[in-house]
T-cell receptor, first 112, second 112 residues
Framework: NAGVTQTPKFQVLKTGQSMTLQCAQD?????MSWYRQDPGMGLRLIHY???????DQGEVPNGYNVSRSTTEDFPLRLLSAAPSQTSVYFC???????????FGQGTRLTVV | GENVEQHPSTLSVQEGDSAVIKCTYS??????FPWYKQELGKRPQLIID?????GEKKDQRIAVTLNKTAKHFSLHITETQPEDSAVYFC???????????FGSGTQLTVLP
């Protein structure tokens, strides 16, 4: 059982480049979300989805886009990378409601 | 939106002693409060959670207490061991999709 899989694990981008962080889960969870983790600031919600075709903004959505065409996949797109987007990104999935969130292994992104 | 504050940011204890981490939340509609443990370079993993209809929950050496009136909840770890050393995050769920808002984390170090 793979759980939540994120790719890539590490990425270096130049300012202005775009890229997509991939997230896939095999637990048939309706709810998926993206967080960024910065030192001293915990995990901040970027975007989330409660099912295929439904997405919404979290606390820090600017500069990021998401889509949810299938239950399994929830990619995060950086439109024009900025140094302020240097962070560790985590994807998570769960059943909708107050249940355990399962996290992917994270993507460490550096924007130079 | 929800705001979760977590204290202390760092905590050092001697092996065998107890550790307590405290969180406060702002949204009275929040009704689910999980705690996650994150070891260095790893993904966050759920260690215990509590729902608003319960005041206390225990799981071996770990317990969580909730005071809904004061909007406080706390994590208690007894008989600490070196493998308890990690960053601990509290969270509260709120909003239409019960999205999680995380505290800023506590670095717990258990000294042998």
């Amino acid at each position: 059982n793979a759980g939540v899989t994120q790719t890539p694990k590490f990425q270096v981008l130049k300012t202005g480049q775009s890229m997509t962080l991939q997230c896939a889960q095999d637990m048939n969870h309706e709810y998926m979300s993206w967080y960024r983790q910065d030192p001293g600031m915990g995990l901040r919600l970027i975007h989330y989805s409660v099912g295929a075709g439904i997405t919404d903004q979290g606390e820090v959505p600017n500069g990021y886009n998401v889509s949810r065409s299938t239950t399994e996949d929830f990619p995060l797109r950086l439109l024009s990378a900025a140094p302020s987007q240097t962070s560790v990104y985590f994807c998570a999935s769960s059943y909708v409601g107050n249940t355990e969130a399962f996290f992917g292994q994270g993507t460490r992104l550096t924007v130079v | 939106g929800e705001n979760v504050e977590q204290h202390p940011s760092t905590l050092s204890v001697q092996e065998g002693d107890s550790a307590v981490i405290k969180c406060t939340y702002s949204d009275s509609a929040s009704n689910y409060f999980p705690w996650y443990k994150q070891e260095l370079g790893k993904r966050p993993q759920l260690i215990i959670d509590i729902r608003s209809n319960v005041g206390e929950k225990k799981d071996q050496r770990i317990a969580v207490t909730l005071n809904k009136t004061a909007k406080h909840f706390s994590l208690h770890i007894t008989e600490t061991q070196p493998e308890d050393s990690a960053v601990y995050f509290c969270a509260a769920s709120s909003g239409s999709a019960r999205q999680l808002t995380f505290g800023s984390g506590t670095q717990l170090t258990v000294l042998p």
